[in-house]
Nanobody, 115 residues
Framework: QVQLVESGGGLVQPGGSLRLSCVVS????????MGWYRQAPGKERELVAF???????NYADSAKGRFTISRDNAKNTVYLQMNSLKPEDTAAYYC?????????WGQGTQVTVSS
């Protein structure tokens, strides 16, 4: 069974930065494209960014130019570097396989952008 453990969230002022991490176990990480998703209160979960097994990346319009997704296959970890954070980025952030999500989501990591 795949386990996903997200970390790195917190409270940050507008314009600040955070780096999220997600460690994946129970699967061959390097063979899976990975995504970062977020869910704000009262809203549906949305895809923020994904990275393929070859390192190609794509971003939601809201994240372009501010967020960077990366992966370290040796550490079974996917990262999300978030810069120039805005209050509308406030949400719980999750990682999962991009495309065909694994059924078990992690606990997520909360990002709150507020002054």
């Amino acid at each position: 069974q795949v386990q996903l453990v997200e970390s790195g969230g917190g409270l940050v002022q507008p314009g600040g930065s955070l780096r999220l991490s997600c460690v994946v176990s129970g699967s061959i990480f390097s063979l899976n494209s990975m995504g970062w998703y977020r869910q704000a209160p009262g809203k549906e979960r949305e895809l923020v960014a994904f990275i393929t097994i070859t390192g190609l990346t794509n971003y939601a319009d809201s994240a372009k130019g501010r967020f960077t997704i990366s992966r370290d296959n040796a550490k079974n970890t996917v990262y999300l570097q978030m810069n120039s954070l805005k209050p509308e980025d406030t949400a719980a952030y999750y990682c999962n396989r991009w495309g065909a999500n694994w059924p078990n989501w992690g606990q997520g990591t909360q990002v709150t952008v507020s002054s």
